[in-house]
């Protein structure tokens, strides 16, 4: 069966740090994948989806940028956070064409 | 563009009693709509779909209804528990946009035991 995993849980960094957050996925192969954030207590924003290895679509302008090394791996970047990028970061998966998203469990990043 | 909206925001309902979360969708291509249950701390997880060849799938006490022509779909919860209090998304998707998910702003459910 299909699983994901993202790490870490939880997270605080300071104000102007980088930023890096991992997201894998097994069982399944050239899924469609996706970043979320959400603000507590409020909905999903997509950030970023990718459709394969290196292709990567952003879909707000913002401090941060994704990357897809390998085919089940989708990374979250950030050179210098801000205070405004705290909150709730999801990755998901789902296989090509009219298909469900599968939700990892988040990470939730705290910015001092 | 594509919009999902979702009603109500906040719902608080007695243990035992049903509950009902009410989409709509702006795009006629949309043919797939999946609900999704988020509790604390943890990502959403798919409860139930449904497709736009039936007007409704049950699962044990989830339903969900969907309506083409009015493009309204809705999630049904009977005999509600206290573990059924989460936010809850809907969705909606179809060729527009490469199979793109418009997800609703989402309904915090409260069970009262």
């Known amino acids: 069966s299909q699983t994901i995993h993202q790490w870490p849980a939880t997270l605080v960094q300071p104000v102007g740090s980088p930023l890096s957050l991992e997201c894998t996925v097994e069982g399944t192969s050239n899924p469609n994948l996706y970043w979320y954030r959400q603000a507590a207590g409020r909905g999903l924003q997509l950030l970023f989806y990718s459709v394969g290895i290196g292709q990567i679509s952003s879909e707000v302008p913002q401090n941060l940028s994704a990357s897809r090394p390998q085919d089940r791996q989708f990374i979250l970047s950030s050179k210098k956070l801000l205070l405004s990028d705290s909150g709730f970061y999801l990755c998901?998966?789902?296989?090509?064409?009219?298909?469900?998203?599968?939700f990892g469990d988040g990470t939730r990043l705290s910015i001092l | 563009g594509e919009n999902v909206e979702q009603h109500p925001s906040t719902l608080s309902v007695q243990e035992g009693d049903s509950a009902v979360i009410k989409c709509t969708y702006s795009?006629?291509?949309?043919?797939?709509f999946p609900w999704y249950k988020q509790e604390l701390g943890k990502g959403p997880q798919l409860i139930i779909d449904?497709?736009?060849?039936?007007g409704e799938k049950k699962d044990q006490r989830i339903a969900v209804t969907l309506n083409k022509t009015a493009k309204h779909f809705s999630l049904h919860i009977t005999e509600t528990q206290p573990e059924d209090s989460a936010v809850y998304f809907c969705a909606a998707s179809g060729v527009t946009g490469g199979f793109k998910t418009i997800f609703g702003a989402g309904t915090r459910l409260f069970v009262k035991a």
């Open positions: 998901a998966w789902r296989d090509p064409g009219n298909q469900p998203q599968h």
């Open positions: 449904i497709r736009s060849n039936v």
């Open positions: 795009d006629s291509a949309s043919n797939y």
